[in-house]
């Protein structure tokens, strides 16, 4: 097989959008709709986390809408899910519902726990310290509900209102901060998006979303070194978040360790749609700088397949032709 020289590949440096939205290719569907305690569909937007026993599927937050029904679509036929739904606090305890995808519309019916039951022994821990033991204060609670209805409703401005007003009254509410840095992230305040962070991390060391996210940020402002740290111990606390392999390979591959980067960045190619297309295209970069045209070339090619129609797609057309029209070295 041919190789050519590192020095003959020059490529300007590629960052896709990290948080863009992952698509799925499965086909099955579920619907269904959140009661109180008391039996009566809950009247309000509310947010609910779906997890599946598929270690390539990370945690997804959904939102029902405002009589709490629900609307899923691409599970997987024949797996099971999880749907759980937090406390607030006031009129119902954390609540899982667990079903499993089949080839029809199935329909989920969610009682909540009233305050008062026993909460069931959890298979796993699923809990920092910190979770169990801070209880937001009520009117930081309600503040940062009200942040993701505006959130859901696409009014950034509002939400971050509502969720810096919750951490003034809750410095302690580690939610918020990774909330707001969240929004933060997506106007590419890198900055503030960090501190915010990292003060939610004083407060809970072993938050695994705020960790994914402070390294993901560290990836974003260059840090790569910095970066190291959150997205490995994201990786010990959520050791089935494939998708954490694709930002600590390329937190890897910009410090030089391209072995261990490789490694990774090849288990992220079996994470979601967006990770993997991630993936393929630090490959692609290790690859190249390695001198391997041909698994560059074919890690390029699965980016695009994947993800087509991306900001970066164009400029990795071009750095294919490019490759075919490099001489082969002695």
Not at 16 to 32: D, H, N
Not at 117 to 144: F, G, I, V
Request: some cysteine; overall charge positive.
């Amino acid at each position: 097989m041919p190789r050519f020289s590192p020095r003959t590949l020059t490529f300007a440096y590629i960052f896709c959008c990290l948080l863009a939205a992952r698509s799925t290719f499965a086909q099955e569907r579920a619907r269904g709709q959140i009661f109180l305690p008391n039996g009566q569909p809950i009247a309000a937007v509310t947010r609910f986390l779906l997890t599946s026993e598929d270690p390539r599927r990370i945690p997804e937050h959904h939102f029902t809408d405002s009589r709490g029904f629900f609307y899923l679509q691409g599970l997987a036929s024949g797996q099971w899910y999880a749907i759980t739904v937090e406390t607030d606090g006031e009129r119902y305890a954390t609540t899982v519902e667990r079903f499993m995808a089949g080839p029809m519309s199935r329909y989920v019916q969610i009682h909540l726990r009233a305050l008062d039951e026993p909460k069931p022994l959890p298979s796993a821990p699923t809990a920092s310290a910190h979770q169990l033991a801070h209880q937001p204060r009520q009117e930081a609670q309600k503040l940062y509900k009200q942040a993701l209805r505006a959130i859901e409703k696409q009014q950034p401005e509002q939400a971050k209102e509502n969720l810096r007003h919750a951490i003034a009254l809750d410095p302690a509410y580690v939610n918020a901060y990774n909330e707001l840095a969240v929004l933060l992230l997506s106007e590419k305040n890198y900055a503030e998006a960090e501190a915010l962070l990292r003060r939610g991390l004083e407060n809970d060391p072993e938050a695994p979303y705020p960790l994914l996210n402070l390294g993901i940020t560290l990836n974003y402002l260059g840090r790569y070194s910095d970066a190291l740290e959150p997205l490995q111990k994201t990786l010990k606390l959520r050791p089935q978040w494939l998708a954490t392999h694709a930002y600590l390979g390329i937190a890897l591959l910009e410090t030089g360790q391209v072995s261990e980067a490789e490694t990774h960045l090849r288990r992220a190619t079996r994470a979601d749609a967006r990770e993997q297309a991630l993936a393929y295209l630090y490959l692609g970069k290790l690859y190249a700088e390695k001198g391997d045209v041909k698994k560059a070339t074919e890690a390029w090619k699965s980016y695009l397949e994947k993800d087509p129609n991306s900001p970066n797609a164009a400029r990795v057309r071009q750095l294919l032709q490019q490759l075919r029209q490099l001489p082969a070295t002695p």
